[in-house]
């Protein structure tokens, strides 16, 4: 199956499942078939993009340049984000959310080495990118999506604002300590 297909049926299966979440109470999705299929698609599609974001072989920058990997990218996160907001889920996000946050998340939302050299040569298109990027979430990229989930995560998940809090104060400190040095 190529990358197109797989695209295909992530962005059928989003439209199915916001359906079914926007359906409730209506619906009682704990006894559709589709929540046992997406109980089951979601471990999966974490550990795909666990695989995929966080393989030291891969050269996640120009993967994502791909025409064809982004938006297969961009449907994944939509899919986890979407089951993320929903209680039923929330044993395999707790369980997850450290790995997500920190091989998946992280390295999607970074600057890359265009973005940098934007931030220098033309600040107002780095601040409009910033600004679609965390607030107003318009844009299909991976990065907004990125955000977006992020964003669920710790709205919904337990922990997951604490660790995202602790990781970037980490962050932060290092490189203060390294620029000093």
Do not use: W
Request: hydrophobic content about 40%.
């Amino acid at each position: 199956m190529c990358i197109r297909d797989r695209f295909n049926i992530m962005r059928c299966i989003n439209a199915l499942i916001k359906h079914i979440f926007d359906a409730r109470p209506k619906v009682d999705f704990s006894k559709t078939e589709f929540y046992n299929l997406s109980k089951r698609l979601t471990p999966t599609i974490i550990a795909t993009l666990l695989k995929f974001c966080a393989h030291p072989q891969i050269d996640l920058e120009k993967c994502l340049e791909s025409q064809e990997i982004e938006p297969l990218i961009v449907e994944c996160i939509k899919f986890l984000t979407a089951c993320a907001a929903e209680t039923e889920y929330y044993p395999i996000f707790a369980d997850a959310k450290k790995k997500l946050i920190g091989f998946v998340i992280f390295p999607l939302v970074r600057a890359t080495q265009d973005e940098i050299n934007m931030l220098e040569d033309g600040p107002e298109e780095f601040v409009t990118l910033a600004l679609d990027t965390c607030d107003k979430q318009l844009s299909e990229t991976f990065k907004t999506a990125a955000a977006q989930f992020m964003e669920i995560l710790c709205d919904h998940i337990d922990g997951s604002l604490t660790y995202v809090a602790t990781v970037a104060t980490h962050a932060i400190s290092y490189s203060i300590k390294s620029n000093n040095k």
